[in-house]
């Protein structure tokens, strides 16, 4: 990737410790779940985004992990779609107003004859517009969230993907992808998911519509420093 999703991933992969969920699977006995009981910070909730990357809040105490794709994956304006190494004519992108659909056929050396990919395939949400791809989409698989799980180091089988199309912009959002609570002050990241992560601290400042994040644990990281995070309340 470019780059990481946000300074939260990049911390997981310094310290080592960004698994799959599929590669090794814990039994129930083995599982520790933490519960979030501390009070929400009502000002925290929504989303927040720099432009490459971003988190999304949620009274649920889940976090969402955003991120802008485009560099990776974009749809044009004639319907086609890049990605990072070729244009998908629009022929292989189908939409109806409710669905993007796009595939990718290419020849298997191992089989010996073509095989069809499938890219994405998301559904809007937002409703009908046979106008228009722009809109927002409940993402439901395809190569391109594969390809961004597996760089996560994350399985995609427990997660949910929204998506956004604005012109030749391709948002992606993890939904609930870690756990978070309130404590003195700071954010504390975690996953009821994904086994091994350690507690992520950072603190956190408002002021209106910006939100700065520092990395708390800079000790886990044999003393990396860790810039600031600064987003800006993303409304769509």
Request: proline share 2%; charged share 25%; with cysteine.
């Amino acid at each position: 990737m470019k780059k990481f999703l946000c300074v939260l991933i990049s911390a997981f992969c310094l310290t080592g410790c960004l698994c799959s969920c599929s590669d090794e699977k814990e039994s129930s006995e083995s599982t520790s779940i933490r519960i979030s009981t501390a009070p929400l910070d009502e000002k925290l909730l929504g989303d927040w985004y720099n432009g490459t990357a971003g988190y999304r809040f949620g009274d649920n105490r889940k976090i969402g992990l955003i991120y802008n794709f485009s560099d990776r994956g974009h749809f044009t304006a004639d319907g086609a779609l890049q990605t990072a190494n070729a244009l998908i004519p629009k022929e292989n992108v189908s939409y109806d107003g409710k669905k993007i659909y796009a595939t990718n056929d290419a020849y298997n050396e191992e089989v010996g004859q073509v095989l069809t990919s499938v890219l994405i395939d998301m559904d809007r949400v937002d409703g009908e517009n046979p106008d228009t791809l722009d809109g927002e989409y409940t993402i439901n698989g395809g190569i391109i969230v594969d390809v961004l799980t597996k760089e996560l180091g994350i399985s995609a089988e427990n997660l949910l993907f929204e998506g956004i199309v604005d012109g030749e912009t391709l948002i992606i959002t993890i939904v609930d992808a870690f756990d978070y609570e309130i404590v003195d002050g700071k954010i504390e990241i975690f996953s009821n998911i994904i086994q091994g992560i350690p507690d992520m601290d950072y603190t956190y400042a408002i002021d209106g519509d910006t939100l700065t994040m520092t990395y708390a644990n800079t000790e886990d990281m044999s003393g990396a420093d860790m810039p600031a995070e600064v987003y800006t309340r993303f409304e769509h």
